[in-house]
């Protein structure tokens, strides 16, 4: 190449146009250099950073995403456990609702036996007070009838054989009744 066309002069300054072939060369390998050093020196642990970053960001997500499954978990056990204590409340209900059921029974069954044996009671007693009046009546229909015959006959029978013969009659009676 011309020296001439690798030279210029602009505004009374000679400029090169076109470096020398050495010092191309020279620069090429001073780029080269300094481009060896920065990718040995700076791209590496560049590299390195966002290497050890995008291993960080993926253990994160992972960690969230552990954790999201964790916290799913949880809230399935959680509304397990809710479901299981909503379902012992029902048989707690339906045992004691049961109970109560029985035990009304049980009163009521109690107040009828009660009821019975105060019925019972009161019949016995009415049966007592009804053989009770039984007797007093023929006591005093004996001593009215011993008064009467007496009065009759004009005389007077022992008591005491006035009231068998009165009595007798009142039983026969009675049998002629029933």
Known sequence: MDPAFRRREVGGISVQIIPEPKVLIVQALGFLLVLGVFKLFLFQP??????????EIASEYDSAEANRANAEE???EYERHLAQIAEETRAKIAEAVKDGQTMREEILA????????ILTRAQEE?????EKAIVELKTTV?????DAAGKLIGETMNDDKHRRLINGFIDDLGEVKN
């Open 46 to 55: 560049i590299m390195g950073i966002l290497e050890a970053r995008r291993r």
């Open 74 to 76: 949880l809230k399935a």
């Open 142 to 146: 004996a001593n009215l009838t011993v």
């Open 110 to 117: 109690d107040s009828r036996s009660q009821a019975e044996k």
């Open 126 to 130: 009415i049966g007592r007070e009804r």
